[in-house]
């Protein structure tokens, strides 16, 4: 910290540098979080070498020595994979450098200084609290049908969000308000490697063949995020689903594509994350450890990565959907109405 702390009074006279490692360009939000950090430091005075590594492990390992190597003097990381940045991470520490775990937590390591995200637990909650509501379990009669799709299993937030959203739909599966016709309902069998939309989609074509073809009702499906939403909702038109009766789908990020089918009337909700909010957090946090500060943490209990618990900054999660959408996604600025084609 003390060489951090000397780089930043010598940082007076060279800018600060920050590398920034995302994940993908192929799922949005990823670029406007990495955009959005990248205005914000440079507002500062700060250098920034933002890179994104095409969801391959061995590219982002490359991409994060090399910022090392072009003297970064923090490093923030969204990893593609939690637990496989042990060794690049290393050298990091041996040079005295902080890192950031930017949305998903960094496994396996000590190397890895502070933690920056949204409640990821609420997210599931948020969303299994959504289709109790929206289904009304709590006074119907009948049951109702659902099917399940969740994250890639080598990003640490994905069994956060199921459980989030499992803990307030499991007592309705118990007491046969719920049912599964597909009987797939553990993580390990409705996880989505990568969160593709395309593996989602060919999933839910094999459990529609299987258990929807005879003309069973499918009241929801309960999707982790909007890729994978996006591929179920394809699946369901392809199979040739009508409005009337698609099924509720739940959803995460407010992709333009998503947001669209909420207008549409194809997608119930999706949980909103402003990346806005993340990435002017994660610049205060580098801003304090640059200033020889403790950054702000709210949670210092829950994000244990399989070393050490991980001091973290919590961001409040909501969600959106046809009734608040126009106030949270376009009043406030986060998309322009021509965006969502309106
Ligand atoms: C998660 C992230 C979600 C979603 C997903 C796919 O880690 O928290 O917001 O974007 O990755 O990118």
Partial sequence: MAALVLAASTAAMAAVRVGISMPTQSLQRWNQDGANMKER???IGYEVDLQFANNNVALQVSQI???ILNGADVLVISAIDGASLGTVLEIAK?????VIAYDRLIMETDAVSYYATFDNYMVGTIQGKYLVEALDL?????PVNIEITAGSPDDNNARYFYQGAMDQLMPYIEAGKVVVPSGQIAFEQVATLEWSSERAQARMDNLIAANYAGGLKLHAVLCSNDSTALGVTNSLIGAGFTKEEFPLITGQDCDIANTKNIIAGYQAMSVFKDTRTLAEQVVKMVQAIVNGEEPEVNDTE???NGVFVVPTYLCEPVFADINNYEELLIESGYYTREQLGL
């Fill in 138 to 142: 709590d006074n119907r009669t009948d």
């Fill in 94 to 98: 041996d040079e005295g450098i902080p």
């Fill in 65 to 67: 020595e090399n910022m």
């Fill in 302 to 304: 829950t994000y244990f």
């Fill in 41 to 43: 430091f440079e507002a």
